[in-house]
């Protein structure tokens, strides 16, 4: 730069640099309409870029420079201060940006993308010809919440499986019949009796009556997840094991209510991870029907049992709930595993759980009426 030459003021940096000879003078290098309009030209040039404009300019002296106060308004208001001087001075920050053209001051906010949903239920569906596209999305969401929790919670996956629906009795008699397989008229015996869904070893199934209208959608959800988790226990112990030849037999596997509970419980918290209803909500509901019911837990060991008492699913979600409050969920098929490496269910249930069958009776009461 040419000392003593005004043409030598220059941008440097992120400063104006006066001729230092001008300094020995004791006057400002500059006069204050140059220090204004030096400043107004990187103003003008930077800051439309940031959305910015002039509304005012000022000047003052400052020793042997200027202090300039360029006022914009826009995206960021305020006065952007220079320090027209011999040497590089700090520029306040909004002078800074935008004397860099106003970079964003932090980065620009990304959107935040939600976390990938986790793999649904690895299910083949077949939809009868009545179903609506939201009917078939409410089908595959029970089964996907299902299949999300027991991974979760459980670190079970389903295994692959079909799925069947079906707002016709007479489609959905002939799909079991040809599928489970079975004969026509076992078929519509059971579905003509108000089934909702059944679960057969990696087939799960809903009739007519889980559509019907005025079922809520978290009712419907729990079904099918409750289906879905019949099927993790059908990989540990097989369906055999679960079932029963008379309505006062307990099966091999342990008490009807044990069974049931598990898929209930798990399927419930299925549909509170989906958001459809609260635990609040349903264990509330679980603890109004065990207080209304006189139902032990060894009467519900059977499927008599079930047929006698009325909302027993929410019994044996109440008394699941017991059994497991404070221990490992996965201890449900601790349990089973037991049982299919042939210890008599008693046993497993004493070794598995740490308390008795009997002292879990017990105890069960005690609860449900406290
Ligand atoms: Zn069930």
């Known amino acids: 730069m040419a000392r003593g030459s005004l043409a030598a003021t220059a941008l440097l940096g992120l400063c104006f640099v006066v ?19 030096a400043v107004r030209a990187v103003v003008r040039a930077k800051a439309s870029a940031c959305g910015l404009r002039i509304v ?10 200027w202090h300039v106060a360029a006022t914009t308004s826009g995206r960021t208001t305020g006065a952007s201060r220079w320090s027209v001087v011999r040497k590089p001075a700090p520029l306040n920050p909004l002078a800074r940006r935008i004397a860099s053209g106003c970079p964003p001051t932090k980065p620009p906010p990304q959107p935040i993308p939600p976390p990938p949903l986790a793999p649904g239920a690895p299910a083949t569906y077949t939809f009868g010809s009545g179903l609506s596209t939201a009917q078939q999305e409410l089908v595959r969401r029970g089964l996907d919440a299902g299949a999300r929790l027991y991974r979760s919670a459980l670190g079970r996956e389903l295994p692959e499986l079909r799925a069947w629906a079906y707002t016709s009795l007479d489609e959905l008699v002939a799909a079991y019949a040809a599928n489970v397989p079975t004969s026509p008229e076992n078929a519509r015996a059971l579905w003509s009796g108000g089934q909702v869904g059944h679960a057969t070893p990696r087939q799960v199934w809903l009739g007519p009556a889980w559509f019907i209208a005025g079922r809520p959608s978290s009712d419907a959800l729990k079904i099918a997840a409750h289906e879905a988790f019949h099927l993790l226990q059908y990989e540990v112990i097989g369906q055999r094991a679960m079932s029963v ?37 349903v264990h509330a509901q679980w603890t109004s029907s065990a207080r209304a019911s006189t139902a032990t837990l060894v009467t519900l060991s059977t499927l008599r049992g079930q047929r006698e008492t009325p909302r027993p699913y929410d019994v044996y979600a109440l008394a699941t709930e017991l059994l497991l409050r404070d221990r490992d969920p996965k201890l449900t098929f601790t349990y089973l595993e037991a049982i299919a490496r042939g210890v008599e269910w008693h046993e ?14 017990a105890e069960f009461e005690a609860y449900r009426r406290g």
Not at 19 to 37: D, G, M, V, W, Y
């Open 19 to 37: 001729p230092t000879a001008s300094a020995r003078t004791e006057r400002p290098a500059l006069t204050k309409p140059q220090a204004i309009a």
């Open 56 to 65: 005012r300019i000022t000047a003052t002296r400052s020793g042997s420079g």
């Open 245 to 281: 030849s008379g309505l006062d037999q307990v099966p091999q596997a342990g008490p009807w209510w044990l069974l049931e509970g598990a898929a209930e419980y798990f399927a419930y918290l299925a549909v509170v991870a989906d958001g459809s209803t609260t635990f609040a909500n």
């Open 348 to 361: 497993a249930f004493s070794t598995t759980f740490g308390r008795s069958f009997e002292a879990f009776v």
